[in-house]
């Protein structure tokens, strides 16, 4: 066995590089999610370990000693981090001649030969769901026997072998929290949205969902839901109520957990079954969910002790919506926002500006949607054409962007890429500011927010260091402008 360390390499200072893999920026609120897509293989890896360094606040010099003992080293990679952690491989290079450097993720998927032709430091990268791909490379298969790699051969040539075989019985995946408790420190993962300390893991993978810029249905996890048993799933919440008590809400990552009725119904009586959801017990959970979900499975995942929501509602602009193969309506998410609220469930909605058919109606269109939906915080992103996705050949098809990489600025703040015949990049940019302003600024939301403050000390002392940081966001805004 080949002594394994997974890495999420050093980055810009507050730059989530888990959930920069999709969202590419630094966020106007600062957060971090468990690097869940890099503990699941090592939690499969007897001796290895995990570092996640953005969240750890390290830099190259903090963990550069942690190389001298290793003989592969995996990093995790995306589209916008992708050129600092070129530079952090050929730092381990450097240190460890010795040491095979490989990558992993979406990016190397979809490039597997041009991101092996950035840097000789860079040895292989694994494609497809890359689990068991990485057990092989730490029981050291040879090259040729392990399926999903792309590697260079010994005259230098560009080697692709077959692709992996998705996992068919989730099952087999062992949980990931034990190598959150081993390995990172808990209180540094928070979100604007969650209660804290919080812990995340999939239950399944895929989703039937056709959204043309969603990165991962459309890369590694493909678009049939997979899914954990429900008896493995509730073994994971009883390790983790046991053995990190101090978590005050669990979220399942999966991307539309939800979409699974029975599944997440079954799920939600287990969990109350824990305690979840009555009287005296103090622990929560959340997932994400598509503005779609009836009355009767939300129902049962409140009396589960659900608390929060995450939903991408995307526009206000049905005709956006079409264009983006949503597969929502908005009369629909309407009637599903006013069951959540009508239940007690939270929710944190999620927008992009700069979709295909965006204009300056429909932008206000869209703020205007949001704030007669009112879910209790929001995210406002840019349209980010990522390789791999419809959304990439489309825009690239059609000259709204010129095909590079290049997410964000030297700061890692975002940048808006698409620009159309009759709407800039700069005004959709300046957009996602006048997006926050006017949806936070309202004397309602206000005071919304002063209340939750006043009924809890801990979130006090959060929404002020979440005002500062969003102020501060606005500043970077105006400068990266």
Aim: hydrophobic share 35%; proline share 5%.
């Amino acid at each position: 066995m080949k002594r394994t360390l997974f890495l999420q390499g050093p980055s810009f200072d507050g730059f989530d590089g888990g959930a920069g893999a999709r969202y590419q920026m630094k966020r106007e609120v600062k957060s971090f999610w468990y690097p869940t897509w890099i503990a699941q293989p090592a939690a499969m890896i007897e001796g290895s370990k995990l570092i996640d360094a953005p969240a750890h606040d390290l830099s190259w010099d903090d963990i550069a000693h942690e190389f001298d003992d290793r003989d592969l080293v995996i990093m995790h990679t995306s589209t916008p981090s992708f050129r600092q952690d070129v530079q952090t491989a050929e730092l381990i290079k450097a240190r460890n001649p010795n040491i095979t450097v490989v990558f992993v993720g979406a990016k190397v998927m979809i490039e597997d030969e041009k991101s092996l032709m950035a840097s000789p430091a860079i040895d292989l990268v694994c494609r497809e769901e890359y689990d068991f791909t990485c057990v092989d490379l730490a029981n050291g298969l040879p090259l040729e026997q392990i399926d999903g790699i792309t590697y260079r051969g010994p005259d230098g040539a560009i080697i692709r072998n077959k692709d992996r075989a998705p996992i068919e019985d989730m099952d087999v995946l062992p949980m990931v929290s034990p190598i959150y408790k081993r390995d990172l420190d808990m209180t540094k993962y928070f979100g604007g949205y969650q209660r804290h300390p919080y812990v995340s893991f999939y239950t399944g993978r895929g989703c039937k969902s056709r959204c043309t810029f969603c990165l991962w249905p459309q890369t590694i996890s493909g678009h049939r839901y997979r899914h954990r048993s429900v008896a493995k799933v509730i073994e994971e919440v009883k390790y983790i109520l046991r053995e990190m008590p101090e978590t005050k809400e669990i979220f399942f990552d999966d991307d539309t957990l939800a979409d699974a009725h029975d599944f997440v119904i079954e799920l939600s009586g287990e969990l109350r079954k824990l305690g979840f959801g009555t009287k005296g017990f103090d622990k929560t959970w959340g997932c994400n969910a598509k503005a779609n979900v009836p009355y009767k499975v939300l129902k049962a995942m409140k009396e589960g002790g659900c608390r929060v929501l995450l939903v991408g509602y995307e526009s206000g602009n049905q005709q956006i919506l079409h264009n983006i193969k949503k597969g929502l309506r908005t009369d629909v998410a309407r009637q599903f926002t006013k069951d959540a609220h009508s239940l007690g469930l939270t929710i944190h909605g999620t927008f992009i500006l700069g979709l295909p058919g965006e204009t300056l109606d429909t932008i206000e269109e869209t703020i205007r949607y949001a704030i007669e939906l009112n879910p209790h915080t929001i995210q406002v992103s840019l349209a980010a054409p990522y390789p791999g996705t419809f959304l990439y050949k489309q825009a690239t098809e059609n000259g709204w962007f010129d095909g590079t990489d290049h997410l964000l600025t030297d700061g890692g703040n975002q940048i808006a890429q698409l620009s159309y015949p009759h709407l800039s990049s700069a005004v959709i940019f300046d957009k996602v500011e006048e997006f926050y302003r006017r949806y936070y600024f309202r004397p309602s939301k206000i005071a919304a927010i002063v209340g939750e403050m006043l009924r809890d000390w801990d979130m006090l002392k959060r929404r002020l260091r979440e005002g500062v940081e969003f102020f501060d966001f606005l500043r970077r805004r105006k400068e990266a402008a």
